[in-house]
């Protein structure tokens, strides 16, 4: 009987196993990992780059919020130290953002494994887990085609739905826990089209709120990349995570001029067709705007043909309105899971100690990464969260080992 096994060879999986061996290095640590390789997924995170934590977060930036215990005990800083120290060079980037100074996500992957195996975690990989049972000693997991391995503590990494092939919410759920709904999230929004022709593939910076009929649910500053389906973008993608939490009507609001007020952007729009006014009106954005979303807005105005000094004033009025509260109808998000970046929902956290990551229903068993119903912003929240409950969890469940029974590596 191994000490502990570690089903899911992903981020918080790798982070575990690492952890648990420099906690206890004589415990024998096992990762079984359904696919051909373990950390595929972390090869296309942020676009092959590999966005590993982001120096700015905090506990605050995840839903649920409740993860200060666990967050604290492997903030982004330490995160840095310990990637630092694997030997992965760093480097900070807009945003906060860190990456790789390699550019490369291959090479946290190789920092990982090699690491893990410098400290003699096995990984036994095509192990795709389908039945989990507690036995008086411990566990038993028994793959899809038969294959069955015994360990005396057990951590659950199967990650989420998103962007994966496997999962492993029937395991928890086998062992008492129960799985909320789940919805893809970190993705494009398809909105109606109809006020945004023309603009497929045009980008801004803007700001991008979400609203639930009056209520805003959400604003996000940054990038809103207009596609052919709707709104795509940095900040789209932040409000798919809170589209992925509301019942009824939605709709993104957007501001092209969120350093503006409404009056100041009016009054901005007023001044600058005085000072144009020679202009052809069909040119009145050039300079201000991509072209196309100058074409758009004047012809969603009704504008056409004429000087600049001739547009009426409650047409800028409108204009101006239209520029700061430019209304758009969601429809659904952009191809379900296969598009997503995280996974909204899974076993709810409160279901494991808010310290250790401990099963409450089941001694023994721990729960770390996405497969909890935990998910961040883009820009590097996500992969901090699975490194710091990986590590939690990692430590906690081979210091639970009492030592006399620890194999003697
Ligand atoms: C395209 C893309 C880009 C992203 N970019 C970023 C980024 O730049 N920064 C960031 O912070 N986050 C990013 N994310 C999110 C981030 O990758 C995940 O939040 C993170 O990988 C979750 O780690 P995890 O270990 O919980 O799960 P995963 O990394 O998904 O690992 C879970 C592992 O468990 C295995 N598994 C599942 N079920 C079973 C089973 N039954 N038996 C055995 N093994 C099983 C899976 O094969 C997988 O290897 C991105 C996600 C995607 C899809």
Redesign the pocket.
């Known amino acids: 009987m191994e000490d502990l096994l570690i089903?899911?060879?992903?981020?918080?999986?790798l982070m575990a196993a690492i952890c648990a061996k420099e906690e206890t290095p004589a415990a024998s640590v096992v990762i079984?990992?359904?696919?051909e390789r373990?950390?595929?997924?972390?090869l296309?995170?942020?676009n092959g780059r590999?966005?590993?934590?982001n120096v700015g977060a905090e506990a605050k930036d995840y839903a649920p919020a409740q993860v200060e215990g666990i967050f604290a005990q492997m903030p982004p800083k330490s995160v840095m130290e310990k990637f630092t120290q694997m030997g992965l060079m760093l480097r900070v980037e807009d945003g906060g953002r860190v990456y790789p100074i390699s550019d490369a996500a291959s090479s946290v992957l190789d920092t990982l494994r090699l690491t893990a195996a410098h400290l003699g975690v096995v990984e036994r990989v095509n192990?795709?887990?389908?039945s989990l049972q507690r036995t008086k000693n411990g566990f038993v997991l028994t793959a899809k085609d038969g294959q069955r391995i015994e360990g005396k503590r057990l951590i659950l990494?199967?990650?989420?739905q998103?962007?994966?092939?496997?999962?492993?919410y029937r395991?928890a759920e086998q062992l008492g826990h129960s799985v909320t709904g789940l919805e893809p999230a970190?993705l494009p929004l398809k909105t109606d089209v109809s006020s945004l022709k023309g603009l497929n593939g045009v980008r801004v910076k803007g700001a991008a709120a979400l609203y639930n009929g009056r209520n805003l649910v959400h604003r996000e500053e940054g990038e809103i990349l207009f596609k052919d389906f709707g709104l795509s973008g940095i900040a789209v993608f932040n409000l798919s995570r809170h589209f992925a939490r509301q019942k009824g009507k939605c709709e993104v609001e957007i501001d092209l001029l969120p350093n503006l007020t409404d009056a100041e952007a009016e009054e901005m729009l007023l001044a600058r067709a005085k000072s144009l006014a020679w202009r052809d009106a069909d040119g009145f954005f050039l300079g201000m705007f991509h072209k196309n979303i100058g074409i758009n807005l004047l012809k969603s105005a009704g504008i056409s043909g004429g000087r600049v000094g001739e547009i009426p004033k409650s047409t800028l009025q409108t204009l101006a309105r239209q520029l700061k509260h430019w209304r758009v109808a969601v429809t659904g998000n952009m191809g379900r899971f296969a598009n997503?970046?995280?996974t909204v929902g899974g076993v709810p956290l409160n279901e494991a100690d808010g310290k250790t990551l401990e099963s409450k229903k089941c001694k023994g068993l721990y729960l770390?990464?996405?497969?909890l119903d935990v998910d961040g912003p883009?820009?590097?929240?996500?992969?901090?969260?699975?490194w710091c409950s990986?590590a939690v969890a990692g430590k906690a469940a081979v210091r639970e080992l009492p030592q006399s029974k620890i194999r003697q590596a």
Not at 32 to 35: D, P, Q
Not at 157 to 160: A, L, N, P, Q, V
Request: aromatic fraction near 8%; glycine fraction near 24%.
């Open positions: 089903v899911g060879g992903g981020a918080a999986g079984l990992e359904a696919g373990v950390g595929k997924k972390l296309s995170t942020g590999c966005n590993l934590t192990f795709a887990a389908e990494t199967t990650g989420g998103a962007a994966s092939k496997f999962t492993g395991l970190l997503a970046q995280v770390a990464g996405e497969v883009c820009g590097g929240y996500n992969l901090q969260w699975a990986g």
